[in-house]
């Protein structure tokens, strides 16, 4: 289903795009946009991590101090729209961007990658919160492999009997459960290498966020293909009124540049 709601290309010549970024398909969009002429991008890391891969067009990393902060830069950097493709459990950025478009004028969509869905014999548990997550443990397993991120792992602190092979992509945030190894890795992974991972170190349940996507979508597979129960935390609301789509091209039919760059096309700081 389209977006209600589209960008209607500003009278200058230029198109500023203001793309929170952090995944995949912010990435990928931001390797669209710089393609194209008359356009710039800049790409906003909340700096969290300290490589981040490399991005397309202009890069900011650090916060903007709230929605107040957010709205200030799109007014000074003069940005005609912004595009959310932040990942899906950043509560607080997508709400600070749905406030601060809201208060300019802006004009903003969220980039969400579908979600996961159960398929047949999947063996899926759901929770709305990592504390829910943790509550669900005692009856599904006592080997945990917990692909959640680096924060909130303390919901899981009081499950003393519990192992837990935490992976993230940088060290997690402490306090972390008492009986935890951890595993720094950044996808995408492979279903081979996943059954191996779970095998070796004898898991018998599986916690992870819906984050959607095929990086890490593996570890499901493999969860499925051995039969071990899956801990699955759903995804937040988004704000209300906040128009979503499912992908970048929808994101640039949003954008008004659904047509695809010319082969030729240079980016718009880089013609002469």
Same mark, same amino acid.
């Given at each position: 289903? =389209?977006?209600?709601?589209?960008?209607?290309?500003?009278?200058?010549? /230029?198109?500023?795009?203001?793309? +929170?970024?952090g995944?995949?398909?912010?990435?990928?969009?931001?390797a669209?946009?710089?393609?194209?002429? *008359?356009?710039?991008?800049t790409?906003s890391? #909340?700096?969290?991590v300290s490589?981040?891969?490399?991005?397309?067009?202009?890069?900011?990393?650090?916060?903007?101090g709230?929605a107040? *902060?957010l709205?200030?830069?799109?007014? !000074?950097?003069? #940005? $005609?729209?912004?595009? $959310?493709?932040?990942?899906?459990? #950043?509560t607080?950025? %997508?709400?600070?961007?749905?406030?601060?478009?809201?208060?300019?004028?802006?004009?903003?969509v969220?980039?969400?990658?579908p979600?996961?869905? =159960?398929?047949?014999?999947?063996?899926?548990?759901?929770?709305d919160s990592? =504390?829910?997550a943790?509550?669900?443990?005692? /009856?599904?397993?006592?080997?945990?492999?917990?692909?959640? *991120?680096?924060?909130?792992?303390?919901?899981?602190?009081?499950?003393?009997?519990?192992?837990?092979?935490?992976?993230?992509?940088?060290?997690?945030?402490l306090?972390?459960?008492?009986?935890? !190894?951890?595993?720094?890795?950044?996808?995408p992974? %492979?279903?081979?290498?996943?059954?191996?991972?779970l095998?070796?170190?004898?898991?018998?349940? +599986?916690? %992870?966020?819906?984050?959607?996507? !095929?990086?890490?979508?593996?570890?499901?597979? #493999?969860a499925? $293909?051995l *039969?071990?129960?899956?801990?699955?935390?759903?995804?937040p609301?988004?704000?209300?009124g906040?128009?979503?789509?499912?992908?970048i091209?929808?994101?640039?039919?949003?954008?008004?540049?659904?047509?695809?760059? =010319?082969?030729?096309a240079?980016?718009?700081?880089?013609?002469?």
């Amino acid at each position: 289903m =389209p977006p209600r709601h589209r960008l209607h290309p500003p009278a200058r010549k /230029s198109l500023h795009v203001l793309v +929170l970024g952090g995944t995949t398909e912010a990435r990928e969009l931001a390797a669209s946009l710089a393609t194209r002429l *008359g356009v710039r991008v800049t790409t906003s890391l #909340a700096g969290r991590v300290s490589r981040p891969a490399a991005q397309a067009g202009d890069v900011r990393i650090g916060g903007f101090g709230g929605a107040e *902060g957010l709205a200030a830069w799109l007014r !000074e950097h003069e #940005a $005609d729209a912004v595009v $959310d493709a932040t990942h899906p459990f #950043a509560t607080a950025i %997508t709400a600070n961007a749905a406030r601060a478009a809201a208060a300019t004028g802006v004009p903003a969509v969220v980039l969400r990658r579908p979600g996961w869905r =159960p398929g047949p014999g999947d063996r899926w548990h759901s929770a709305d919160s990592l =504390p829910e997550a943790a509550t669900l443990l005692p /009856s599904l397993g006592r080997r945990v492999f917990l692909t959640t *991120g680096r924060l909130g792992l303390a919901a899981f602190a009081d499950l003393a009997q519990t192992y837990f092979l935490v992976r993230s992509v940088e060290a997690p945030e402490l306090p972390l459960p008492r009986h935890t !190894e951890v595993l720094l890795a950044r996808g995408p992974f %492979t279903v081979d290498g996943e059954s191996a991972l779970l095998s070796e170190h004898r898991i018998d349940v +599986l916690v %992870t966020k819906d984050s959607g996507g !095929e990086a890490t979508a593996a570890k499901l597979v #493999a969860a499925r $293909d051995l *039969g071990l129960p899956v801990v699955v935390v759903r995804r937040p609301p988004l704000p209300p009124g906040v128009t979503a789509v499912p992908g970048i091209p929808q994101a640039l039919s949003w954008l008004g540049l659904s047509r695809p760059a =010319p082969a030729d096309a240079c980016a718009a700081d880089t013609c002469p």
